[in-house]
Nanobody, 124 residues
Framework: QVTLVESGGGLVQAGGSLRLSCAASGRTSSIYAMGWFRQAPGKERHIVAAITWRGGSPYYADSVKGRFTISRENAKNTVYLQMNSLKPEDTAVYYC?????????????????WGQGTQVTVSS
């Protein structure tokens, strides 16, 4: 079992920045990839970014390319999401996810473990 704990959400003005953190604990050796999904009110969850634990190019949704950066710190079993140039449409609950065998970054079903979510609100 893997437990994910997110931190770093909050309220920011448009154009501002936030950094989300997600610390994994438990059977972290089983993790293949970690990432972030987000869900706005009344909408489905969508992938934001993901990264494998052993290297390789990160994956980004088109809507965040060039503005968000995902990174990992293996020694701390932690993944980060640096969010710059935030827009009101980035407002959502952001969920940290981890998967043991991810073949399609976009499918929520590929990720076995989910954090509790952290709210990000961008005001205009």
């Amino acid at each position: 079992q893997v437990t994910l704990v997110e931190s770093g959400g909050g309220l920011v003005q448009a154009g501002g920045s936030l950094r989300l953190s997600c610390a994994a604990s438990g059977r972290t050796s089983s993790i293949y990839a970690m990432g972030w999904f987000r869900q706005a009110p009344g909408k489905e969850r969508h992938i934001v970014a993901a990264i494998t634990w052993r290297g390789g190019s990160p994956y980004y949704a088109d809507s965040v390319k060039g503005r968000f950066t995902i990174s990992r710190e293996n020694a701390k079993n932690t993944v980060y999401l640096q969010m710059n140039s935030l827009k009101p449409e980035d407002t959502a609950v952001y969920y940290c996810v981890a998967g043991v065998n991810v073949r399609n970054w976009n499918r929520p079903e590929e990720y076995s473990y989910w954090g509790q979510g952290t709210q990000v609100t961008v005001s205009s």
